[in-house]
C-alpha cells in the first residue's frame, strides 16, 4: 500500500527523524520526501510504502498521531489512492 504523509507545525529539532523510527519500526519505506521551512514553520510530504500486510494503517495513523500531539505538531497519514481521489474532487 501506497501512503501519504504530511506533517505541519513549528519547526523543531527531531521531526524527520521521529516520524522516520516510527515509520521503520512499522517496515515503511519512504520513498520520497519534500520538505520545507518557512517563517519558523515546518512543512513535510513523504511518499512511502506499506509492505508488511500484518501492519495497519490504522496503527500507523494512531503512533503518528499521538507523536504528533507530543511534538505539538499536525500529523496525518492517508493511504495514497483515497488521497488521490480526495485531492481530484
Given at each position: 500500500?501506497?501512503?501519504?504523509?504530511?506533517?505541519f507545525?513549528?519547526?523543531?529539532?527531531g521531526?524527520?527523524?521521529?516520524?522516520?523510527?516510527?515509520?521503520?519500526?512499522?517496515?515503511?519505506?519512504?520513498?520520497?520526501?519534500?520538505q520545507?521551512?518557512?517563517?519558523g514553520f515546518f512543512?513535510?510530504?513523504?511518499?512511502?510504502?506499506?509492505t508488511?500486510?500484518?501492519?495497519?494503517l490504522?496503527?500507523?495513523?494512531?503512533?503518528l498521531?499521538?507523536?504528533?500531539q507530543?511534538m505539538n505538531?499536525e500529523?496525518?497519514?492517508?493511504?495514497q489512492?483515497?488521497?488521490?481521489?480526495?485531492?481530484?474532487?
Open positions: 500500500m501506497k501512503l501519504v504523509v504530511t506533517i507545525g513549528k519547526d523543531q529539532v521531526i524527520i527523524a521521529n516520524v522516520s523510527n516510527i515509520l521503520a519500526g512499522k517496515k515503511v519505506n519512504i520513498t520520497s520526501v519534500n520545507n521551512i518557512v517563517d512543512n513535510m510530504i513523504m511518499m512511502a510504502e506499506l508488511d500486510n500484518s501492519v495497519k490504522a496503527d500507523i495513523q494512531k503512533c498521531k499521538e507523536k504528533g507530543e505538531l500529523i496525518k497519514v492517508q493511504n489512492e483515497i488521497f488521490n481521489i480526495m485531492h481530484n474532487i
